[in-house]
């Protein structure tokens, strides 16, 4: 079974509607990520979470929000679609114990659609 | 945390050493050198870190030059499964670790047969 999960993994909406990724781990770690993905570039970091307390944007949280349910739940929200918005988003985890390696573990990514 | 600069993209037969470059003159004394790849889609897989030693492991090898401005990702017997985008990441771990990635554009590794 995998660490991280992440649902849907297909997402097909349209501009206006409310828009839930949710994101699990079993992996224990403290540390949570959520990442877009535009076609050809890189990573860039959405919104991030250092505990069920603790949570801070990234470098493009503008349109986003997210919510820490529990430890190994990480819910990331378009409260208002939009088309580029469309992108392949991924959940990430860390162990912030591990302190001299914090290796991330990336879900395999949701593919969001907005029309 | 400090700014790479990676090729767009490489070429390398399989069974080949892969070597892959990175810069990153602008690196701290207390920023490490990561590596993830990414093949076609998937979520990014850790391959292996440093901070001024070479380091080595079932994956790849990791050579960091001594001033620590640049560094060099070796995947010693490419594979077509190795075909995949290499990001080269520079950030702080220990106390002060934020944990956040900020990913470049990466490395395109083209193995081919």
């Known amino acids: 079974d995998a660490d991280v999960t992440q649902t849907p993994r297909n997402r097909i909406t349209k501009t206006g509607k409310r828009i839930m990724l949710e994101c699990s781990q079993t992996?224990?770690?403290?540390?949570m990520y959520w990442y877009r993905q535009d076609p050809g570039l890189g990573l860039r970091l959405i919104y991030y979470s250092f505990d069920v307390k603790d949570i801070n944007k990234g470098e493009i949280s503008d349109g986003y929000s997210v919510s820490r349910q529990a430890q190994a739940k990480f819910s990331l929200s378009l409260e208002s679609a939009i088309p580029n918005q469309t992108a392949l988003y991924f959940c990430?985890?860390?162990?912030?114990?591990?302190?001299?390696?914090?290796?991330?573990?990336f879900g395999p990514g949701t593919r969001l659609t907005v029309l | 945390d400090a700014k790479t600069t990676q090729p767009p993209s490489m070429d390398c037969a399989e069974g080949r050493a892969a070597n892959l470059p990175c810069n990153h003159s602008?690196?701290?004394?207390?920023?490490?050198v990561y590596w993830y790849r990414q093949i076609h889609s998937q979520g990014p897989q850790y391959i292996i870190h440093g901070l001024k030693n070479n380091e080595t492991n079932e994956m790849a090898s990791l050579i960091i030059t001594e001033d620590r401005k640049s560094s060099t990702l070796i995947l010693p017997h490419a594979t077509l499964r190795d075909t995949a985008v290499y990001y080269c990441?520079?950030?702080?771990?220990?106390?002060?670790?934020?944990?956040?990635?900020?990913f470049g554009q990466g490395t395109t590794l083209q193995v081919k047969p």
């Open positions: 992996k224990g770690h403290d540390r």
């Open positions: 990430a985890t860390s162990d912030s114990r591990d302190r001299w390696n914090s290796e991330q573990f």
């Open positions: 990441i520079v950030r702080v771990v220990g106390s002060g670790n934020t944990g956040k990635l900020i």
């Open positions: 602008t690196i701290s004394g207390n920023e490490y």
